[in-house]
């Protein structure tokens, strides 16, 4: 027996839906076109539809092109302040000491990206410049910031992150790509007075959108996923 929404199942909705999720991915480098406004208010709007605990709705956007977004850019690249010298002093994203299965993880997708890129694993320079693109939003022409209330506790950022991918599965519906960047946040200071976030909000993360440079060699990153029995567990 079929349940009531069962009955009336789309199979092309389900392919385009599971088109949008299965083909997001981090992409870092863009092409000089625009996205106009319109469409970026459109998948703003969408991902507002993300659930939150007693919507709360917990995330605010500042939505960054042209002379703004190169502003940060600048700010950050002249500040001398190094990657491995950033101070994550309002949260830190990875944990101090990386352990398995995680460890082989992260470093499954460092060497695929440098092997892309023709960086071999003692260019240290090399890999630096590429950390940097980060900064310019890899030359996407929509850079945004996000922030959440500092007096929020974790369940609200949790939904920020079901915001975070909703933005990102509604851009695939427009043949739009993203890449969520973490690497904004221990810069804080610098963005701050650039686009006037209070003291009370913290900087969550970054995220370039834009159109992808398929001539790009880092595009062509393919990260895997692990099967379900390493993550599912099923009990009747």
Not at 45 to 67: C, D, F, H, I, L
Request: glycine fraction near 6%; include cysteine; proline fraction near 6%.
């Amino acid at each position: 027996m079929l349940a009531p929404d069962q009955k009336s199942v789309d199979a092309e909705v389900v392919a385009a839906v599971d088109e949008a999720i299965t083909s997001r991915r981090s992409v870092r480098a863009f092409l000089p076109v625009p996205v106009d406004e319109d469409t970026l208010r459109q998948i703003l709007q969408v991902a507002s539809r993300a659930p939150s605990g007693t919507n709360m709705q917990p995330w605010k956007v500042y939505v960054t092109t042209g002379e703004t977004k190169q502003r940060i850019s600048e700010a950050i690249l002249s500040s001398g302040i190094r990657a491995e010298k950033a101070d994550w002093d309002e949260y830190k994203y990875y944990p101090d000491t990386f352990f398995e299965p995680y460890l082989s993880r992260r470093r499954a997708v460092g060497y695929s990206l440098y092997a892309l890129l023709g960086i071999g694993r003692r260019e240290v320079d090399r890999m630096r410049a590429q950390h940097d693109r980060n900064f310019v939003f890899f030359d996407a022409p929509v850079g945004m910031i996000f922030t959440i209330d500092r007096r929020l506790n974790k369940g609200s950022w949790i939904d920020h992150g079901m915001f975070l991918q909703s933005i990102m599965i509604a851009a695939r519906a427009r043949g739009l790509h993203t890449c969520p960047q973490a690497a904004f946040a221990p810069y804080h200071r610098l963005i701050r007075p650039l686009l006037g976030i209070p003291d009370e909000e913290v900087v969550v993360c970054g995220m370039a959108l834009g159109y992808e440079d398929p001539s790009r060699p880092e595009n062509r990153l393919r990260t895997e996923r692990t099967p379900l029995e390493d993550f599912v567990t099923v009990l009747g």
